[in-house]
């Protein structure tokens, strides 16, 4: 028992940087929705002359739309992420700026025809504000019910129940926009190992709030 709570140790001391969940592989295994996000905004990007990229992380996706035809740019609200962000994508010719996108951004009105957000939180009325009239906003959001079994096992409550698509939508539509498509999905997350558990819950500390080894 000591060997497993010296290994969970090393587990949750174990560097996480941007959303690079790396440290994993082999031993979480995640379904994959029928669409590629990925896929997806490629194409959107392929004729977008201003892109931006909300909540990017450390850039690790949005760096593989490069290079991109017109201007990009990216807001991570996320202190520690700006500077790996701002690593990886500086050379692409990407700004990166500082912003919470549950309030407002640094960005005038009707900047952006192209507006990417994968799995960062949003308000609506901020997207709205910062798109062009004909603009395009891709999102792939992660449920308010997601892990919910993980959460309950552990006594905790979900963080953000609310984020469902009909509230999205909703929220969408009610400032004027026209929703093309719009899917739901549900698979499953696999641990094959407590200590994946444990590091896991160090990337993402809102799962489950005042766990530890």
């Known amino acids: ?21 790396s440290y994993l592989a082999g031993r979480m295994i995640e379904g994959e929705p029928p669409w590629s996000y990925l896929d997806l905004a490629k194409s959107a990007a392929a004729g ?15 760096a593989s739309l490069a290079p991109f035809p017109g ?11 700006l500077s790996v962000a701002r690593r990886r994508l ?13 309030s407002s951004m640094p960005f005038g009105d ?9 799995h ?25 019910d997601n892990l919910a079994d993980l959460v309950a096992a552990f006594g905790g409550r ?9 509230r999205v939508c909703d929220d969408l539509t009610a400032l004027g926009c026209e929703i093309r498509r719009r899917e739901d999905w549900r698979g499953s997350v696999t641990f094959l190992d407590v200590g994946a558990l444990v590091y896991f819950r160090k990337a993402i500390p809102w799962v489950i709030e005042g766990f530890n080894v």
């Open 90 to 102: 500086g050379p692409l010719g990407v700004e990166v700026f500082e912003g919470n996108t549950r």
């Open 110 to 118: 009707r900047t952006f025809d192209l507006v990417l957000s994968r």
């Open 1 to 21: 028992m000591t060997q497993l709570m010296d290994q969970w140790a090393r587990d949750a001391a174990a560097p996480f940087e941007g959303w690079d969940f």
């Open 120 to 144: 960062g939180g949003f308000r609506a009325a901020e997207m709205h504000r910062i798109l062009q009239p004909a603009g395009v906003f891709l999102t792939q959001q992660v449920g308010g």
């Open 71 to 81: 201007r990009a740019r990216a807001v991570e609200g996320y202190v520690p992420n």
């Open 48 to 62: 977008a002359q201003d892109i931006l990229d909300v909540a990017t992380g450390g850039g690790e996706l949005f």
């Open 158 to 166: 979900l963080a953000y129940p609310d984020n469902t698509l009909e």
